[in-house]
């Protein structure tokens, strides 16, 4: 089976596109998912994390206050490294698990964060989506009603806009809403099926 590695910067529409696949029956695995229920109440890894940044991270309830969490790590790099410590082997291995688990000529793996937690050995090919800073910018804002400074800061935390084109095997430019996005999906759709016909032949 092939493995296809999505990622992007924040705001570039990773999920968008990851639905688009979706939409064609193409199983997508989300790392982000995958890390938000690691940390659901009751789970080992939050038992982890309150270990080390304390009860305030935590709600009323017991469940994870992702805003103060966020706040902590986007205010200290060593904290931020503390805490994906904790996630990222746990996420790259239920990854390795759920892949096990699929049967498909290809999948789709979003992993955002896929250079900087060096999960490049998990995947075949590398789709980047891409857009403008300003777009990714005005994206955010809209969503998470996020500062332009916070938001900055978490693009300035994550490898470079060229870096990224760089490595990318296939490019999605999603700058604006005149690209046809779905019809770039489906070129790349119909890409990774004749990559993986030889696999499925033998």
Same mark, same amino acid.
């Given at each position: 089976?092939?493995?296809?590695?999505?990622?992007?910067?924040?705001?570039?529409?990773?999920?968008?596109?990851?639905?688009?696949?979706?939409? @064609?029956?193409?199983?997508?695995?989300?790392?982000?998912?995958?890390?938000? *229920?690691?940390?659901?109440?009751?789970?080992?890894?939050?038992?982890?994390?309150?270990?080390?940044?304390?009860?305030?991270?935590?709600? *009323?309830?017991?469940?994870?206050?992702?805003?103060?969490?966020?706040?902590?790590?986007?205010?200290?790099?060593?904290?931020?490294?503390? @805490?994906?410590?904790?996630?990222?082997?746990?996420?790259?291995?239920? @990854?390795?698990?759920?892949?096990?688990?699929?049967?498909?000529?290809?999948?789709?793996?979003?992993?955002?964060?896929?250079?900087?937690?060096?999960?490049?050995?998990?995947?075949?090919?590398?789709?980047?989506?891409?857009?403008?800073?300003?777009?990714?910018?005005?994206?955010?804002?809209?969503?998470?009603?996020?500062?332009?400074?916070?938001?900055?800061?978490?693009?300035?935390?994550?490898?470079?806009?060229?870096?990224?084109?760089?490595?990318?095997?296939?490019?999605?430019?999603?700058?604006?809403?005149?690209?046809?996005?779905?019809?770039?999906?489906?070129?790349?759709?119909?890409?990774?099926?004749?990559?993986?016909?030889?696999?499925?032949?033998?």
């Amino acid at each position: 089976m092939l493995k296809v590695g999505l990622t992007g910067g924040i705001g570039c529409g990773k999920s968008t596109v990851a639905e688009i696949f979706s939409g @064609l029956n193409i199983p997508v695995l989300d790392a982000d998912a995958i890390a938000h *229920s690691l940390v659901e109440k009751g789970q080992p890894a939050l038992s982890q994390i309150q270990q080390i940044f304390g009860v305030t991270i935590l709600n *009323s309830d017991g469940s994870l206050n992702r805003n103060a969490l966020r706040d902590l790590v986007f205010s200290d790099s060593l904290q931020k490294q503390q @805490l994906e410590s904790i996630l990222h082997p746990l996420i790259y291995a239920s @990854l390795q698990v759920k892949l096990g688990q699929l049967s498909a000529p290809y999948c789709i793996i979003s992993i955002p964060l896929l250079f900087e937690t060096n999960m490049t050995d998990l995947i075949d090919r590398v789709l980047v989506i891409d857009c403008s800073v300003e777009t990714q910018i005005e994206r955010v804002q809209s969503r998470d009603k996020l500062t332009t400074e916070r938001i900055h800061f978490i693009i300035n935390s994550q490898v470079s806009r060229a870096y990224r084109k760089s490595k990318a095997d296939d490019l999605i430019n999603n700058s604006s809403t005149g690209y046809r996005l779905a019809e770039q999906v489906k070129k790349l759709h119909n890409l990774y099926l004749s990559l993986s016909a030889p696999a499925r032949i033998n």
